[in-house]
């Protein structure tokens, strides 16, 4: 069973308006951790943004926000005023403890095109 | 920092060749790990480490191996290449405990089995 679902392989969006990548995931540890990656076409993954299972608030981290829907197991992503430097590959991951260690699992990504 | 170094970028072998991805890191971290990324299938996990002559399997480690003898090193064999490996691999580490533990990955090798 896929642990993190990234339904939208590929999104449109025109710049200045916001956009949200959809990611859930599935776990039975209490302990989770949710994190987004961008890929940009040359090809390095650069971390956005992080939530904990047990964080009560949402994350945001400038123009990135992380809506965190636990009871949903939803994880989605929201980038505010797209930019056209935002085009590139978007990750979702989560990182649960298994056998007392931690594993990094990822979805199969959103590749995101932002149209001027 | 250098953080995450990978060595090679790229490389092209002949089915049947074996190499070594190299990997190493200047973060003091523990907790190191392979993945593959291929089109249309994400990252996938192949093997980790979490300390030095501690390693673990992740969810393709047929064809591969890894070993840690140091902290900073943790490099990935091909043995017998075969063109189902062609891919592009990243390595990644962190600190387990250290918050958030952020995976901070290397610049990535693209490797092409012909």
């Known amino acids: 069973a896929q642990k993190i679902t990234q339904t939208q392989p590929g999104m449109f969006v025109q710049e200045k308006e916001a956009v949200t990548l959809d990611c859930t995931y599935d776990?039975?540890?209490?302990?989770?951790?949710l994190f987004w990656y961008k890929q940009p076409s040359s090809g390095e993954m650069i971390f956005l943004i992080y939530q904990g299972s047990y964080d009560q608030q949402n994350a945001t981290e400038g123009r990135y926000s992380l809506n965190f829907q636990k009871a949903r197991k939803s994880a989605n992503l929201v980038i505010s005023a797209s930019q056209l430097g935002d085009s590139a590959m978007y990750f979702c991951?989560?990182?649960?403890?298994?056998?007392?260690?931690?594993?990094?699992?990822f979805g199969t990504g959103t590749r995101l095109k932002v149209l001027a | 920092n250098a953080g995450v170094t990978q060595t090679p970028k790229f490389q092209v072998l002949k089915t049947g060749q074996s190499m070594t991805l190299q990997c190493a890191q200047d973060?003091?971290?523990?907790?190191m790990s392979w993945y593959r990324q291929d089109p249309g299938m994400g990252l996938r996990l192949i093997h980790y480490?979490?300390?030095?002559?501690?390693?673990d399997q992740g969810e393709v480690p047929n064809g591969y191996n890894v070993s840690r003898s140091t902290t900073e090193d943790f490099p990935l064999r091909l043995l017998s290449a075969a063109p189902s490996q062609t891919s592009v691999y990243f390595c990644?580490?962190?600190?387990?405990?250290?918050?958030?533990?952020?995976?901070?990955f290397g610049a990535g090798s693209r490797l092409t089995v012909l």
């Open positions: 973060m003091n971290h523990e907790y």
């Open positions: 776990t039975s540890d209490p302990s989770y951790g």
């Open positions: 991951a989560m990182r649960e403890v298994t056998s007392g260690t931690y594993k990094y699992i």
């Open positions: 480490s979490v300390g030095a002559g501690i390693t």
């Open positions: 990644a580490s962190t600190e387990p405990g250290s918050g958030a533990n952020v995976l901070t």
